[in-house]
Structures are given as C-alpha cells and as structure tokens.
C-alpha cells in the first residue's frame, strides 16, 4: 500500500510530467531518430501477425514490439500512439524512482533534485518523445532496481524474484538488462540487510545464512539470465537475428582497451554534466576534506581531457547523438549528417570551452563522492546501487565503436540514487537549483525545437507529395527515407559509409533513390530553393528555417 506522503509525490510528478508533455507538445506522426526500425516491427506484428526485425535493429526489441502491437490494435498504427507510449513509461519511470529514493532514504529536497535530473534530463526528455528502446529499457530498470532493493534490505526473496521479473523485462527489450540483475545476485552475497532499518512494508532480517544468500542470488539473477539465454536460443533457432545483432555481438568480441579508455572517459564526465547539481552541493565539502583524493581524480579527469583536445580538439559534448551545440536529437540532414556540417545556430567554443570545464570540475567531484561508497558496500542501498551503477556503466562499454550518449540512460537513475544516497546532509541551495535548473531549461527547450523542425519538415515533405513529387525523387533526411524504403530496398550501409562527412558528390547514403529535392538548413551547390519552411526555436536564436531544395535542372516538374 502506498503511504501519504507516496500518493503526494506520485500526483506532483503525474500534473509535473502533463506540464512538461503540453509544454513541448507531443504530436507528430512521424518517425524520429532509429525509432522508424522498432516502429516497422511493431506494424508488422500488428498488421500481418509476424516478427520481423530489421537488420538495422541491434536491441532485443521482443516486449517492446509486443506492447507497441498490442496498442496498434487498440488505436490504429500511428507514431503518435508509439510515442505516448514511450511518454506513460517516462512518467511511470519518474514515479519508479520516486519510490526507489524513498527505499534508499533520500527524502525531501535532495529527493525533489533527484527526480528533476532524471525526469528533466536532457537524453531521458528528448528520447521520450520518441519509440527509442533507451527510455523503457531505463523504466523496467528501475522497478527493477525498486524491488530488488526491498528484496535486499528484508533479506527475502519474494520481492528480489518480482525485480527478476523486471529485469527479465528489460532483458527482453535490451540485452544490457542482464547487468541490473547480475548486479541484485552480487549485492544478494555481500550485503548485510540488518544493518540498515527494514521499509515500513518488512522486517528486521537477521544475520543470513550462506545457503539463504546463495538462495537470494538465485532468485535476484536466475530469471534475467535465463531470458537472455532464450532470447538468444530463439532468436537464431527461428533465424530471426538481425544483422544489427551480429554488429553489437562482433563489436563487443572485439572491444579494445585504448577505446574503452577514450570511450569511458567522455561518459564519465558526461554523466557528470547531468549529475552537476550534487557536484554543486559537495564541492565544498569534498575540497576542504579530501584534498588529496580530489588531487588524484583532477589528473585522472585533466590527462585524458588534455589529450581528447589535443589529439581531435574534442570538448564536450563528447558523445554524439542526441545533445549537440545549442539543441537535443539527432539532425540526420543531408548538410548537418552527411556533408557533416554544423547546424546553422551553432555556438562553438565560446560555449563549449567552459561547459568542458565545468563538467571535469564536476567529474572530480562526484569521483571523491562516488569513492566514499566503498567503506559502505555492505548497506544494501549503497552497495546495491554502487554495483547496477557500475555493472550497468561497463556494459555499456562493450559498445565503444559506436557508443552515443543516449546509452547512459539506464546508468543515470542508479547513479542519481547513488549519489543522493552519498549526499544525504548536503545543502540543497540556491546554486544547486540555479544549476538543475539550467540543464532542465535546456532539456525543454531543447526538445520542443526538436519536436518543431521536425514538424516543419514533414510538414513540407507532404506538401511535397501534395505537388505530386514522388518520395523516390527526395533525399528527406535519414529518418524519412529510412521508414518508407529501408525495409522496401534491404541495402544497409558500411560503417565508412555511415560515418559523417561524406563527400558532396555521393547521394546521402540512407535510402535515397534520387536526391532531385533535398531538405536541408542550407543552400547546397546545384539546387534552388523550392520552399522555405521557419520554425521557432526556444533556444538561440528563438528562431530557425528549413530549406525544401530542388536541382537547377531536376528531372520532375
């Protein structure tokens, strides 16, 4: 049963999360991002009962696919019903870790923070407005992570078995879901639920015997290994493995230490920009008392910083994808993706130089924070937390080829609970609240322009269709040729082919038949242009335009 003080936070975050939804405004029946991939395999199971991934698809995708048929039916296919989809979870995901906080014993102010820089983080709002996997995966991780909690500072298994069904759950939506449950079996052997007090809803434990931990691991880890396991024996029993898998797979065969490195570092101190409030409310504290601790994680923080700038000029944001110079999503356009050209409104180094800075300064915080959690590996929240924190930070690294940003969304609530837990009796002041503030504005900002160029373009595309320009004459950008001619045409591009930068004398490389229209920010050699297409912006400059071009000498009217 929930308690008063549940039922208030779950109404704040319910008429919070509406809020923020009409705020940006979520219509738009258009694919976004790779969600067009797991949009085509829920159509497909909805429209002729069978399952087909894309080779495209890397993510086990199966209970994804099944609750996006599932709404198909009840709705009618539309992207639109997919990506409320995504919003409910999002919302159900805030509320997760709501209640999670609670288990741990953060509460009040700290717990408020915590909750606003996770549902208000600028990777988990832009991805929720999408049918990404990033988001379910992180909510199925987070009940998870919820009752596996309880199940840890009771000392039983009941509620460790319902986290098993949580993060089988996560399993069969990405494989990384295998980590949270390999995470609750360890904490299940080396922690010791009697030295925290139990939740209201339990009772005090006792000392565990050997066999009674064992059993508890069983039940924490079993369930999430088994569905990996039939996952994989199904999915290449029935020869259903997409190409995207075997990439993922030969990818992770072939991790190396140098990218590791280079990889782990840039997410490290990524998720310390998301993170930058509690740096904010520790730094004092963490400066004055653990001066040589802090010492040592300025040169591991400053080395590798100095070395990214050096070698590449790299300042953040480090990983591509979906936060990039003044906006959120991904700008898969032939100027900006594949001529590699930066987006018209970009500000550069004049930004980037101290937000680079800021983020290490932040890394060498929450490293001294996050370090005071081994003398606390035995309390169940603590160690509990500290090992998905982890177990789920390094599965991500077995992806350093391609590693985006958006694949620390499942590290981010653990690490936020983490750290709230380490910061119990810090201040929660008015630099700390400046400073969220900050990232949630741009969160929302950010989104809502995403959400309207977006709108703008496929606005025009219809317009296009409307003037009877065929789609086989348009290069529309990634997201669109890749719905309507991926799964018709079955190419897939090299990585070479994939990377950014290309030269102008190709077509883009995503499905385009003829390229005779292009949508674009700019003129581009050899095209006029058609129709202009403004949007606003509520980030600089409040305003933006697209270009709807067409060649000098195209061969349609």
């Not at 840890?152 to 460790?160: F, I, V």
């Not at 300064?361 to 603590?382: D, H, K, M």
Request: hydrophobic share 55%; charged share 15%.
């Amino acid at each position: 049963m929930l308690n008063t003080g549940n039922r208030r936070s779950i109404l704040i975050i319910t008429l919070a999360w509406a809020a923020v939804i009409a705020l940006i405004g979520p219509s738009g029946d258009f694919p976004l991002s790779d969600d067009w991939s797991y949009a085509h395999s829920a159509r497909r199971l909805f429209a002729d009962g069978e399952i087909e991934f894309l080779p495209w698809t890397g993510a086990s995708l199966i209970l994804q696919t099944l609750y996006g048929a599932g709404l198909c039916k009840l709705f009618g296919f539309s992207f639109d019903v997919l990506r409320a989809s995504t919003l409910v979870l999002a919302w159900l995901g805030t509320i997760g870790l709501s209640l999670l906080l609670r288990e741990a014993g953060v509460r009040g102010r700290l717990a408020t923070l915590a909750l606003v820089l996770f549902a208000l983080n600028p990777l988990v709002l832009n991805l929720s407005f999408t049918f990404m996997t990033d988001v379910p995966f992180a909510v199925a991780a987070i009940w998870a992570g919820l009752f596996y909690l309880r199940g840890l500072r009771s000392g039983r298994w009941p509620q460790l078995l319902i986290g098993a069904v949580f993060a089988a759950a996560a399993v069969l939506i990405r494989q990384h879901g295998v980590f949270i449950g390999a995470a609750a079996a360890a904490a299940a052997l080396t922690t010791e639920p009697w030295r925290e007090p139990a939740p209201a809803s339990g009772h005090a434990a006792g000392t565990l015997t050997p066999g009674r931990r064992l059993a508890n691991a069983c039940a924490a880890g079993l369930l999430p290994a088994l569905a990996l396991a039939g996952y994989f024996a199904w999915i290449y029993g029935q020869e259903l493995a997409p190409q995207g898998l075997d990439n993922k797979i030969n990818e992770a065969r072939d991790v190396h230490m140098v990218s590791v490195l280079n990889v782990g570092f840039r997410a490290i101190v990524t998720l310390a920009l998301m993170l930058m409030p509690f740096a904010a409310a520790s730094m004092q504290r963490i400066f004055r008392a653990q001066r040589l601790r802090t010492l040592l994680f300025t040169a591991v923080i400053a080395i590798p910083a100095l070395f990214v700038y050096a070698r590449e000029h790299a300042l953040m944001f480090y990983l591509p994808n979906v936060m990039f110079d003044l906006g959120l999503g991904p700008i898969a356009l032939r100027d900006t993706q594949f001529l590699g050209l930066a987006v018209p409104w970009a500000v550069g180094r004049a930004l980037f130089v101290p937000l680079t800075v800021a983020s290490c300064v932040a890394a060498v915080v929450l490293g001294s924070v996050w370090t005071n959690a081994l003398t606390r590996l035995r309390e169940p929240s603590v160690g509990f937390l500290a090992l998905a924190t982890t177990a789920l930070f390094v599965g991500s690294l077995l992806h350093t080829y391609y590693y985006f940003d958006r694949y620390l969304i499942a590290v981010l609530p653990f690490a936020i609970a983490l750290t709230a837990v380490l910061c119990r009796g810090e201040r929660v002041n008015l630099a700390v609240w400046l400073t969220a503030a900050m990232i949630a504005v741009y969160a929302v900002a950010g989104t809502h322009d995403y959400m309207t160029w977006n709108r703008a373009r496929f606005d025009g595309l219809e317009q296009l269709g409307r003037k009877s320009v065929r789609p086989i004459w348009i290069d529309g950008g990634f997201e669109y040729n890749a719905w309507i001619f991926a799964a018709r045409m079955q190419t897939w591009p090299t990585d070479k082919e994939a990377r950014r930068g290309q030269s102008i004398d190709k077509k883009s490389w995503w499905w385009v038949v003829h390229d005779d229209y292009v949508v674009s920010f700019r003129e581009l050699a050899g095209y006029r242009i058609y129709m202009r297409k403004p949007f606003s912006r509520w980030l600089p400059p409040g305003r933006g335009e697209l270009l709807f071009l067409v060649r000098d000498q195209p061969k349609v009217a």
